[in-house]
């Protein structure tokens, strides 16, 4: 049986990842900071178990590794989802507020990339590494959000060319609007309604259909496709650029 470690999994696109993966007859490290919340969802799920781990922070990721380990010897794919989201106008965003969203979705998406790689080495294995179309096309409020992400479609891109003589993959999914709990409590409306105008789709993507797209990159029937940044996104990428209602009022 193959195992798929998912951090940021206790809710939204991990946990329907996680789900997934299961339900494709994986063994799946449910990882989270959240450990309240992490505890309720993992044991619902068949083959799956709970690590709790900050992965911001590089001697908890080091226990976490060693405790996959442990529990299921083999590491045969690494989702690096967890990402914090902090929106606001540029000249508001200090410093404090800078790295708080570097730590976890760059630094983060690094430190359990590399304490991974030599278990990964050892059948090969997969990196999914999840971005965000804020990492490919620029927009307000999000100067510190869209450059991490670039930085994490970059850094997928640096794991590939490096791991690929390992049989490792690395690849890189770019989210569009997806209608989680994190994205209905921050976008008000006449968001809402001014993505589904820019989206091709006319409509916000779910966390399945996220799942989907993850599970295939870290599976065998992706085993040619590495080095990839695949906007999951209903086609908002194809499409202009900012929304109108994303604006700060100039007045």
Known sequence: MKTAIVTGAARGIGLATARLFAQQGWQVAMVDRDCAELEKVAPGIDHAFAVCCDISQADQVEVMVRTVLEHCKTIDAVVNNAGVADFGPIEQTDFDRWRTVMATNLD???????????????????????????????????????????????????????????????????????RTKLAMAVHSPQIIAAYHDAIPLN????????????????????????????????????????????RADPA
């Open 108 to 178: 983060g998406t690094f430190l359990v990339s590399q304490a991974c790689i030599p278990a990964l080495k050892h059948r090969g294995g997969a990196i999914v590494n999840i971005a965000s179309i804020s990492g490919l096309r620029a927009s307000t409020l999000r100067v510190a959000y869209g450059t991490s992400k670039a930085a994490v479609i970059h850094l997928t891109r640096q794991q590939a060319a490096e791991l690929g003589e390992y049989g490792i993959r690395a690849n890189c999914i770019a989210p569009g609007p997806v």
């Open 203 to 246: 409509r916000y993507g779910t966390e399945q259909e996220l799942a989907e797209a993850i599970v295939f990159l870290a599976g065998d029937k992706a085993s040619y496709i590495t080095g990839q940044v695949l906007a999951v996104d209903g086609g908002f990428e194809s499409t202009g650029v900012g929304l109108p209602a994303l």
